[in-house]
């Protein structure tokens, strides 16, 4: 810390004070994304602090969370190995029963439980573990066509379903009214008790003044937020008695931990000889933090912002209902400033992300002076921030207190398994004009003023001439997407409340500066380029970057790219720079969110009328996936710097009146080379098989849902060995994805490199070409283009 004192002119203290700042909100975060996910609120309990270390962190996590009492053991370092030692024996035996949960189906439930119970008892015993074994029956009930069961206790029909009903409404905020209930499986916990630990509680001692050892110096931040030195009392813990109250700041030394009494905190020996620690001054509600840029507090931000959208980002993914955004994770959450631009996103979808301030900017502009608190918007259209129609971005307005206009905005896109089109899923892979694609939403006011219009969006998703198939799951997920945006509302609400809004706004910029700043420190390691990428359809992406190494600045030119196609390989201009901001965020090396700061050394020349800026009514459906694909390719290849990936998402999609299922499907990811800061090449690295690559991050559904929730067997997935280009850093294997179709249903595939494989770099060889073919439960095999759509019969494998 001197070095770092002497490098940034400021006090060694407050240096290492700031990397204490750092670790507690990251520990904060990772306690508010676990906690959340469950859907727990924090500030109604208490912090149980355990781990040698932990006490000396606890008092600043806990005022991190809004947490006013900490909890530390006499134990505590130990406390792990202590609870396994005093822990219970216990066997779960379970069981699937997949029945409606109805009166009649309650006999049926007994059954399986008295034979589990009995082979638990049963394996207990033979491990001489003990006698006194005690049995806990439990059911998994999940509403029908959901996949989220939870585990609730066996019971009466009416008790089952209340305790469903309240752990459901604690985890996801909200109940399926309507919804048949479903018992996926049943289980037995068999059990014998462990050893108890017996503390009895000793008579309380009246307050004394409590004996220290010394009086030591501790930097540590007052109630009021900023850091300085304090006189701290030093006690050890053998000197403490019931009943005895310290306050901060202090520290408690014993054997096997250190418990940090922070300022404004007061810690007590209980009847039981634990410590209660309780804040008993309230903190000051806004800190004195400053709006100049602080190296700390950028840090403490690009966290705190980091982490709001992952808050959103498990919110959604909780109260979602659709496989696509549920398992598949097919979403995207992010951050935005009064103007539109980017601030802070979850490590979601590439694509997404990098083009969904343009959805913020149109409602912006299209709703100036008109937006009321309560509003929220939603939009899907290409041609006014959209991307393609699937991706259904959620948008509302932040409006602090006594605000006529937002200060920030949050949203949420979220890929819909359908939204009309002519084929089941919304990837058609033969349109040719937006309609073809399915319903267009522009700006269409969702909630008004609190008050959600369903009705309207009903209609509108009945609408035009291919309307959504399944407009209750889309609104399903519109409420999911909903409750994601109100965190982030909730959120910035609590930071504003904590920082004070001249700080937060003041940070927007800082982050989006350091960005800035990173991006143009790339920028002087990187060479003039060029590439010309071709299609399979007989288009190409030509791409050429212009280093200004004197402005650090650089100008990426689209001119020499196909014009506007025919087919749907066009792409928004949104969609370009989504891949522009990817490809040059992923070169700084820092860990910063991805923002519009990243974009400001940037002038992007996109054509008029070229396929990556193409005019209404044109089809878009593939430019959000598979053109964007090939434009972080071609980026990539004009930089010199990684081989081609897989230029694909590999879209499959299948369905009918009743089923609609989208995914994308792995592949390999390109070799690449490691630059220093002289721009030389130094070395480089392999590809990764099977992953999903660049401008999506999706995740496959797993196999036993997928199998569960559609007429389809998975039949294999596998490594296609060899597949990867080889050289003296080879490129990642693609995959080999066989699904077997059990009723009749039609399968569409939207795809790239079919012709065109991988490029290779610098002598290293391209990739194998992809193969997308049907093989017939007749022997037959079918092989189809890029884009095909066929109609599978009982039997039939795509592959």
Known sequence: FDVLSQQMNRPAEAIADGFLRIAVQQMANAIKKISVARGYDVTRYTLQCFGG???????????????????????????SAYGMGLADQSLIREQAVELRLTPEAMPALLAPLQSLGDAARAALTQQALGDAIELHERVHVRYEGSDSALVVSMGSLEEITARFEQAYRQRFAFLMTGKALMVEAVSVEALIKGDASVEVPQAVNPLREVPKRATVRMYAAGSDGESRWWDASLFVREDLRIGDRIAGPAIIAEKNATTVVEPGWQAQVTALDHLLLNRVQERQTKHAAGTSVDPVLLEVFNNLFMNIAEQMGLQLQNTAYSV????????????????GHLIANAPHMPVHLGSMGESIKTVIRENAGKMRRGDVFVLNDPYHGGTHLPDVTVITPVFLEGASQPEFYVGSRGHHADIGGTTPGSMPPFSTTIQEEGVQINNFKLVSEGVLQEQGMLDLLASGPYPSRNPTQNMADLRAQLAANEKGVQELHHMVAEFGLDVVQAYMRHVQD???????????????????????????????????????????????????????FNAPTAVCMAAVLYVFRSLVNDDIPLNAGCLKPLKVIIPEGCMLNPNFPASVVAGNVETSSCITNALFGALGVMAGSQPTMNNFT???????????????????????????????????SVVQTHMTNSRLTDPEILEFRFPVRLESYAMREGSGGQGKWHGGMGGVRRIRFLEPMTASILSNGRVHPAFGMAGGKAGAPGINQVQRVDGRVEVLKHIGQVEMAPGDVFE
């Open 654 to 688: 299948f369905g009918n009146a009743k089923y609609q299922y989208y995914e994308t499907i792995s592949g390999g990811s390109g070799a690449g080379a490691l630059v220093d800061e002289a721009g030389h090449i130094t070395s480089g690295f392999n590809g990764t």
């Open 514 to 568: 350091n960005a800035e700043e990173s991006v143009r420190r790339v920028i002087t390691r990187l060479k003039n380029g060029s590439f010309t990428l071709p299609l399979d359809n007989g288009a190409q992406i030509q791409v050429a970057v212009r280093v200004d190494a004197k402005n650090r600045s650089a100008e990426i030119d689209f001119t020499g790219t196909s014009s506007q196609q025919t087919n749907n």
């Open 53 to 79: 270390a932990g006490g000396q962190h606890a008092c600043m996590v806990a005022d991190a969370l809004g947490m006013k009492q900490v909890y530390v053991h006499p134990l505590a370092g130990v406390l």
């Open 324 to 339: 696509n955004i549920k398992e598949r994770l097919d979403f995207s959450c992010a951050l935005f400033n009064a103007q």
